[in-house]
């Protein structure tokens, strides 16, 4: 029996555009596989309360969906309105000679989010 095989793409030029309509630097990591995944570093954004979270991520999503949409390349632009987003915050410090990564990840279904 044959394995399925899943592609892993990074899209360089979504994440561009995403971080163009966000005001955001540095622009995130945007990775189409089974879900779209959308990952910020280093905005602290790990450090906010949760409601800031939630709202910003939901944004983030919508702002995808459009960049998606827009896209060329059409196996691209099919995945706007049929994958769910997944939006990640990460953030590291240095305390007392530690390395301390911090996490939030919020995944956003397809229903969740309305067309703009």
């Given amino acids: 029996m044959k ?32 879900r779209i995944t959308v990952i910020f570093r280093s905005i602290g954004a790990s450090r906010w309360n949760e409601p800031q979270q939630l709202e910003y991520a939901l944004q983030v999503a919508a702002v995808a969906r459009q960049v998606l949409a827009g896209e060329s390349r059409r196996t691209v632009r099919n995945r706007a309105n049929s994958s769910a987003i997944v939006v990640i915050f990460e953030d590291a410090t240095l305390r007392r000679g530690c390395s301390v990564t911090a996490r939030w990840e919020c995944v956003v279904p397809v229903t969740s989010v309305t067309p703009a």
């Fill in 3 to 34: 394995r399925l095989r899943i592609g892993v793409t990074r899209y360089a030029s979504v994440a561009n555009q995403i971080a163009g309509v966000l005001g955001v630097d540095p622009a995130p990591e945007v990775v189409l596989g089974r």
